[in-house]
């Protein structure tokens, strides 16, 4: 079936959250990695587990309520103000180095973005990266209230589009969503930017590559 | 509301995995607590993420499918020989020290598992425990094919003993089944009997205590 849309997972697909794990060095020096990785396990956790308990909570409250925890797990002082300057980077991130050249040679396709981002945090990150102007469209779950991989998140791009899931590639580096977007129609490619193994959800990826240069034009 | 039952998580509540961590680090010397987290890790996240997806397994497969991810992602061997002994020894747990007198002293409200295990793991561990005549009901996610914190999953219980959701006591030493516990309407207790920090997710335990002997008579 001819692909007529790329939809993209936003966070550690085009936007990469290093700079958040070097402050987060900066503010907790030695703890930095093992902060950055409880926070972003907490993050997801919260999201999987809020969603099946019906008890949404947009993702700019899951991600300052994981950093608290992860801080709390490690017995680091967390205040308000490192919660509001790591949301603030949150808001800055850069992109990979190959987006905007694979955004500018896929003209021909809608773009879009499926992300779990509220649009508080979502909106201004493209707005500062300057590529607002290539994407049909900015999807964010909180319109539905629940997370990645629920089927109906991945129905919004469908419809946000006006184009069929078999009709939509789906694009994330995160193998879980890679597996979900597949599950629910879409041909889904995995950008395993790390070489991890696979997750085993019941639906593979249609395609493993290494970075967003490796999509066909 | 007069409380006419106690239900119980199974894994890490009434039976402690501590041996299964000692057998991988026998099997994975100076990785084994490693291991064990990683594995625990994704064992949880499979059975959210599957059930987010509607891609159910059971509990069995879900645990081997973990291990052989924990050990790929740490790039340690992992044949089927280590799996079924492990997945033994998940068969044969040992209750924590004050299980037996706390089942024994509440001979006089219902007493119930509720847990993620298929009957295939549970059934077992509650026979080798010696504890099968102490309990009204050993219910597994199984039959539903979801898992906590999905609401329907405690909804088993309140079938299962005739009983209103409001007069059920539920225990657990995972906070956030505590939470999805308390989310859906029972009497929640959390034994945290790791001094954990607890985990926003939009309902709070009733109460948090440090183990099962501190619940009330």
């Known amino acids: 079936m001819p692909i007529e849309a ?42 999987w587990l809020r969603s099946l308990m019906h008890r949404y909570e947009n993702f700019e409250t899951i991600t300052a309520d994981a950093l608290r ?40 396709r809608k773009r879009a973005i499926l992300s779990n981002g509220s649009p508080g945090m979502l909106n201004p990150l493209v707005e500062a990266s300057g590529l607002a102007g290539e994407f049909d469209a900015v999807i964010s779950v909180d319109a539905l209230g629940a997370y990645k991989p629920d089927p109906r998140v991945y129905q919004l791009a469908v419809d946000a589009l006006g184009i069929e899931a078999g009709r939509i590639r789906f694009v994330s580096s995160n193998c879980w969503d890679a597996c979900g977007a597949q599950s629910f129609g879409f041909d889904a490619w995995w950008i395993n930017r790390s070489g991890a ?8 990826p249609a395609q493993i590559v290494s970075t967003l240069a490796d999509l066909p034009a």
Chains 1, 2 share one sequence.
């Open 6 to 47: 790329l939809v993209f997972d936003a966070y550690g697909t085009l936007f990469d959250v290093h700079s958040v794990i070097e402050r987060c060095e900066e503010l907790w020096p030695g703890k930095g990695a093992a902060i950055s990785r409880l926070w972003r396990a907490k993050q997801l956790e919260y999201t």
């Open 69 to 108: 925890h992860a801080c709390a797990t490690q017995q680091l002082g967390c205040d308000e103000t490192h919660v509001a300057e790591l949301m603030r980077a949150y808001r800055q991130l850069q992109t990979f180095a190959e987006v905007k050249s694979v955004l500018a040679a896929r003209k021909d």
């Open 197 to 204: 193994p696979m997750d085993p959800l019941g639906a593979r």
